[in-house]
C-alpha cells in the first residue's frame, strides 16, 4: 500500500484517450491513507525480533525510527507522483503513527497503561484523525471534470 498522492491527468493525456483521472479520496480513503502501509509492516515486523524483548529503550528506538520513515515514505509518493506534499501532511501522518505505534506496541501500550495514560492513543488518534479527515480531505473538495470518451 503506497500513501497516494493524486497529480490532475495533462490535458494532453485525456485527449489522446488516456486513462480518465481517479475520482477524489472520499474521508475513509483519506483516513486509512494516514499512515503508509509500508511503514506498518516494517513496524510490526522489527517488533517480532527476538532482541527486542521488554525493555523500553528498544521499543521507543524502534518507535522513533519508523516514525522518521513515514515522512520519507510520503516524500517517495509525492515525488512518484511529480507533486509536493504540504507540511501539515507530513506532521499529520507522523503523529499519526506515533500514535498507532504508541497503540499496537503491547509493551509501550502496558507502560502507558501503568502511567494511567492508556487512553492517550485512542482519543488523541480519533482527535487527529478528523482534523486530519477535515483539513487533507476538505468536505465538498471539487472534484476533477469528468473524462469525455
Not at 522518521?68 to 501532511?89: K, M
Not at 505505534?101 to 492517550?120: E, H, K, P, V, Y
Amino acid at each position: 500500500m503506497t500513501t497516494a498522492i493524486r497529480q490532475p491527468m495533462s490535458p494532453t493525456l485525456a485527449q489522446a484517450g488516456g486513462a480518465p483521472p481517479p475520482a477524489p479520496d472520499s474521508w475513509l480513503d483519506a483516513l486509512s491513507k494516514l499512515v503508509p502501509g509500508e511503514v506498518i509492516v516494517a513496524f510490526t515486523a522489527a517488533l517480532q525480533l527476538p532482541s527486542i524483548g521488554d525493555q523500553l529503550t528498544p521499543h521507543l528506538a524502534i518507535l522513533i525510527l519508523f516514525a522518521a520513515l513515514v515522512p520519507a515514505a510520503l516524500w517517495r509518493s509525492a515525488r512518484r507522483a511529480g507533486t509536493a506534499a504540504p507540511l501539515l501532511q507530513y506532521v499529520v501522518r507522523t503523529a499519526m503513527f506515533v500514535l498507532y505505534g504508541l497503540g499496537t506496541d503491547s509493551f509501550l501500550a502496558q507502560q502507558l497503561n501503568d502511567l494511567r495514560l492508556s487512553w492517550i492513543p485512542g482519543v488523541v488518534g480519533i482527535a487527529l484523525a478528523l482534523f486530519a479527515a477535515l483539513v487533507l480531505s476538505p468536505p465538498g473538495a471539487a472534484a476533477p471534470p469528468p473524462a469525455r470518451a
